[in-house]
């Protein structure tokens, strides 16, 4: 059983930083692409990022695009979102998947972690 933990989510003023962490295995990497999702509330479950295992290979939707980095440390078996100039439309819980994607397009998860709250403030 694969388990992925996210962390770093929190309240933040509109223009400001965060970073999400989420801990998986060293199966996890190897075998899946890496995906972040959000979930505002109201709203269905969008996809925001994507990296493959071996992180020379992102994607990210349009409305992130410029202002959100995904990374991997594979050593440890961490992937990172890094979210900048944050806008009170980023506000959802946020979702860190295993699964697989083909270039730009997310496929299908197979695994999630529990998710973690970001909140921007205007």
């Known amino acids: 059983q694969v388990q992925l933990v996210e962390s770093g989510g929190g309240l933040v003023q509109a223009g400001g930083s965060l970073r999400l962490s989420c801990a998986g295995s060293?199966?996890?990497?190897?075998?899946?692409?890496m995906g972040w999702f959000r979930q505002a509330p109201g709203k269905e479950r969008e996809f925001v990022a994507a990296?493959?295992?071996?992180?020379?290979?992102?994607a990210y939707a349009d409305s992130v695009k410029g202002r959100f980095t995904t990374s991997t440390d594979n050593a440890k078996n961490m992937v990172y979102l890094q979210m900048n100039s944050l806008k009170p439309e980023d506000t959802a819980v946020y979702y860190c998947?295993?699964?697989?994607?083909?270039?730009?397009?997310?496929?299908?998860?197979?695994?999630w972690g529990q998710g973690t709250q970001v909140t921007v403030s205007s």
């Open positions: 998947t295993a699964g697989f994607a083909r270039g730009s397009h997310w496929l299908d998860s197979v695994y």
């Open positions: 990296i493959n295992w071996s992180g020379g290979s992102t």
């Open positions: 060293a199966r996890t990497f190897s075998s899946y692409a």
